[in-house]
């Protein structure tokens, strides 16, 4: 069964910094990854998609990257801006599921 | 282009009452949908996927169930609901395994 592992579970730091969210997972046979955006209260926002044959999605200033092979992804997010902070969560997805982590709690500090 | 709709967005039942929440999808056809659970402070939790009208795959044994009536109609349902019930609901669909998963803004379910 597909575990899904996100390292911190919470990240404060100051604006302007560039920042790496990690996700890793067990079972290396998926469709895609995504992660996703959830501010308190709400639901999620997706970000990124990355399809299983991808190494990189990018975004603006956000850019996530996926190994598959090592069941390894990370979302980096350049010159952090307070209205970054929120929960971001990463899900891969087997078959017709969807596997998520945890999550990381990301502060930007002005 | 396409939405998803929950609701109620907020809910305060009883302990021992029903429950039923609704997600409806427009704009497409066919889709893959998805009820979760989010516990405080915990992640997303899958209950149930359907890939079809009547076609329901439960990923956990709970005191919930869902149903699928219409192409783009998805129904979390409980006959009697238990303190352990409560949390944060979102209702997700995808149109394919490989395509991204957009989210409901979920519902807050409180049991007193």
């Known amino acids: 069964k597909q575990e899904v592992t996100q390292i911190p579970a919470a990240l404060s730091v100051p604006e302007g910094e560039n920042l790496v969210l990690n996700c890793s997972f067990t079972?290396?046979?998926?469709?895609?990854l995504q992660w996703f955006r959830q501010d308190p209260g709400k639901g999620l926002t997706s970000l990124l998609l990355?399809?299983?044959?991808?190494r990189e999605q990018t975004s603006g200033r956000l850019n996530a990257s996926l190994d598959k092979s090592s069941g390894r992804s990370t979302l980096y997010i350049a010159a952090s801006q307070p209205g970054d902070s929120a929960t971001y969560l990463c899900?891969?997805?087997?078959?017709?599921?969807?596997?998520f982590g945890a999550g990381t709690r990301l502060t930007v500090k002005p | 282009s396409q939405t998803i709709h929950q609701w109620p967005a907020t809910l305060v039942q009883p302990v021992g009452s029903p429950l039923s929440l609704e997600c409806t999808v427009e704009?497409?056809?066919?889709?893959?949908l998805y009820w979760y659970r989010q516990a405080a402070g915990r992640g997303l939790q899958l209950l149930f996927y359907?890939?079809?009208?009547?076609?329901i795959s439960s990923e956990v044994p709970q005191n919930l169930s869902a149903s699928r009536p219409q192409d783009r109609q998805f129904i979390l349902s409980s006959k009697k609901l238990l303190l352990s019930d409560s949390g944060f609901y979102l209702c997700?669909?995808?149109?394919?395994?490989?395509?991204?998963?957009?989210f409901g803004d979920g519902t807050r379910l409180s049991i007193l």
């Open positions: 990355i399809q299983s044959s991808q």
């Open positions: 997700a669909w995808r149109s394919q395994g490989d395509q991204p998963q957009h």
């Open positions: 359907s890939v079809g009208i009547g076609q």
């Open positions: 079972d290396s046979a998926i469709y895609n």
């Open positions: 899900a891969v997805s087997s078959n017709n599921d969807m596997r």
């Open positions: 704009g497409t056809s066919n889709p893959n």
